[in-house]
């Protein structure tokens, strides 16, 4: 993909261009306006071209102005509801030109980006977003969600957190190429949102679409509040026009078909008031009953809601029996233990279709703005009450995108998995998936452990790896070394920033660690006090293991301790192993197998996103180590690894010896000093 062609750096110079330029306003939210309308009209009238003079001169500013203001008066005598006759194309006709200029050089048409979402990004800064658990999904992800759902003309949808309109818009050109009118799409295709903006722009765009005011409302989903208006693409609703209209939309729950939606998400956000979060069963606190290993529902209200939590249960609420929900969610909220019950909610409301990880750059925009939370795209199906159907050993189809057609800095590029996995998927539904891979496989139900529908947690490449290795290897259990006291395990401490540079004891935390080795910050050291009060329970002894077990990158990154290690203290994100004499590994065999390619893939399948952070945790003892059977063989690699850590400690005191010597000179007595 040509970078060039980034949107947002095109939207970027928009904005930049209109601050310096737009008399009588400044405030972004003016300029964004200008803006949007400027987009409305260039794709009108790249889409209507024959309603247009043929004889215009692209390079007349006159020209371009007059066709941007002739395009405006015929959106507004289409879509009265949403440009009322007051309204007006602002910008002057230098302006206009220089827009439309920059819009030549956008990708507007891309699968990629959301030309509307990445504008309200730009404009109104992707940190307004963030703070309440927004962010505008891509299209690409959209694309997938959509195509699983797969609406049909007729089918009621609706998104309870739309947005900006992107599933909606989507939906709508799925069901366009599908056969579906426009008179039946705007008669079945709603969406609520309670940012008033967000509502008519998401409005705006689908009218453009449909060439009808679309159903697009301003509301709290969760409260189910609905108030009686469309909202228009005017930012103050009393001069709303089509606030007498009569409010046609489905006012009871379980009437839709279809739910598509990306809904707000995040462990600080306010998701709903106690008496909103008192009408939802997952507002409450569940226990888990250990004879039955089900969970029962608390009469007492959760302290704190997450709004992905209940926006599950509106969603599943939604829909009629045998109703579909595509829906993003973040991984943690399938796979940690501390939404265990919400699983399990979902489990007994619904069935599992599909469950797909996506990169954690997904919803990562460039600059500093996004956010690297993992999430996954959900497709479910809600229970019909028929017993054989809902109760039988269902297969979910999986998949973890590596790619998603952007960097770690939201920048577009080439490569994305997400056509694949859609590809894929037909396939499975078709029954001709044959050769599953981490692009496309299948789980049975009496499969899922512990509650976790992370997909990469069942990775197949993690497990086939092991089957190839198990003629000539032992695959050996770290969990049962750890339950027979062969492996000790044990965590560190964490100490405080204001300890840091106290004094000369280093503390060693993750990003210390490398090729087997500690390279502690001499910055991050601390005071004998802070050590000793630390250093019995730690316990630091030499030729044991430091392995990272939380983080982002670095998980399973291993260090040896060594003699001159033995004066540290550790990090709380790390596990400290210790191999007793009764364990038939050795350390240093140990550590090999720790670092090999096998476990390497167990450890990236089995680290799981807890809200802001990866970790490891307990799951360290479902890892299968393989240690080969030959003796001779695992002698020479302990061998190897012993030889290895050797040749550091005498580079390390070579180093040293290397830099006194500098100072000292040709003086060996100062030298030895």
Known sequence: MNLERDSKAVYRQIRNYLVGRFLGATRDETLLQETIKCLFCKLYFEENPSLFDPSYDPTSVEAIAHRYHQSFEQLRRLLPTLFPPEQRLLLDSQSLAQIDTLLNTADLDTPVHDPFGDIYEVFMGSQVRGQEGQFFTPLNAIGLLVALVNPLPGEMLIDPACGAGGFLSVAVQHLKASGASFQQILSTVFGLDKDHYLAGLAATRLSLLILQSAQVFCAD???????????????????????SQPFPFPTQVGEFDIVLTNPPFGSRIVAASPQVQATFELGYQWRLEKNSQAFEKLPKLQSSVPPQVLFMERCLSLVRPGGRIGMVVPESLISSKTYRYVVDYIHAKSIIKAVIGMPDVLFKISGKGGTHTKTCLLLLQKKSGKTAEDESNQSIFMAEAQWCGRNSRGQPIDRDDLPEIAARYRDYEQGLLTKPNQLGYWMTCDRIQNGILAPHYYNPAAISELFYLQDSHDLISMGELISAGMIEVSSGDEVGKLAYGTG??????????????????????????????????????????????????????????????????????????????????????????????????????????????????????????????????????????????????????????????????????????
């Open 221 to 243: 989903s969760l409260a189910w509040q609905l108030e009686a208006l469309a909202p228009s693409f005017s930012n103050n609703p009393d001069k709303n026009p089509s606030n």
């Open 504 to 673: 000369n004891i280093p503390f060693v935390r993750t990003s210390d660690i490398s090729n087997w080795e500690i390279k502690a910050d001499p910055k991050h050291s601390v005071s004998e006090a802070i050590y000793q009060s630390l250093a019995e329970k730690q316990d630091i002894r030499e030729r044991d293991i430091l392995m990272v077990r939380d983080g982002t990158y670095l998980i399973g990154t291993c260090a040896l301790i060594t003699a001159d290690d033995t004066r540290i203290l550790y990090q709380s994100h790390f596990y400290k192993l210790r191999v007793r004499e009764t364990c038939p590994l050795c350390c240093y065999l140990l550590l090999a197998a720790l670092s090999s390619g096998p476990v390497q893939k167990q450890i990236l399948a089995k680290r799981l996103t807890q809200d802001i952070i990866d970790s490891l945790g307990n799951r360290i003892q479902e890892l299968i180590l393989p240690i080969p059977k030959d003796k001779r063989h695992r002698e020479k690699i302990s061998q190897m690894v012993k030889q290895t850590i050797q040749h550091r400690i005498e580079a390390k005191k070579l180093a040293r010896q290397a830099c006194l010597e500098l100072v000292a000179g040709s003086n060996p007595d100062l030298w030895k000093k």
